[in-house]
């Protein structure tokens, strides 16, 4: 791979049954290319759980993914109503989601602190009634 | 063990036809939190939940997990048998609880 590929994604707000399509996809991508599967697994969940954050807390919003033959970028930017305190939301077990999405198995005070654990580097920025944008970043070689 | 052999060795019903019962399965994860699912289960188990949206599939997906399984008669949600069929991810339901499927899957995969 000597020249990068660009992906672009819209996440639809509030879809629970196409959340999960633009990582799903992605996966697909980095399988056929070929990459390592464990580190396919990692871009999986952190793309996946961002993504989910993007459909529970910001009625969706774009996937942008990048593909060189070094790593994997991928940032995730929502319009929604933007995280006030980012250290607290990074807590484990910190979640604002509402009692329906619990019921649905999310929730949990997870999700952001799964990105940051699954990415090589990772980025979070968020203007309060602006929105927030996420980038993760995953290397294909040791 | 194949998805096939492992539904009717413990009287499971298929609720998605032929679609990817050849997958092998080998061994069994139990969880209710997708995140944790997310992070903790491998590729090839067979999945345990009574989450039944259509959520549980895209996470079967990207885990390249071989079967969910809907312990003590949880109902499937139409919209996520049809996604199931659609990426060739088994569901099979059962009456058992959870701790009896992963104690007879135990028995049957060591």
Redesign the interface.
Known sequence: MDNSLKLHYEIPGDD??L???A??NV?KILTQLGVN?AII?RV??AM??AE?NAVIHANGGTAEVEIDSNKVTIIIKDEGPGIPDIELAMQEGYSTASEAVRE???G?G??LP?IK??SDNFEIESIVGKGTTVKIEVWLKP | MKVKEFAEKLDMVILTGEKGLDKEIKKIYAC?????V??HAC?NDAWV?V?N????V??A???EISCIILPEGVDIEE?TLK?AIE?NIPILKTNMDTYEICWRTHEILR
Request: a positive charge.
């Open positions: 629970f049954a959340a999960g399509e990582s799903s996966k599967p697994k999986s969940i996946y759980e989910i649905l198995g999310f949990a997870m999700g799964n654990k699954y | 209710d939190l997708l995140s944790w997310m992070s590729k939940t989450l949206h259509v959520n549980i895209a996470v997906v990207l885990l919209t996604k990426n």
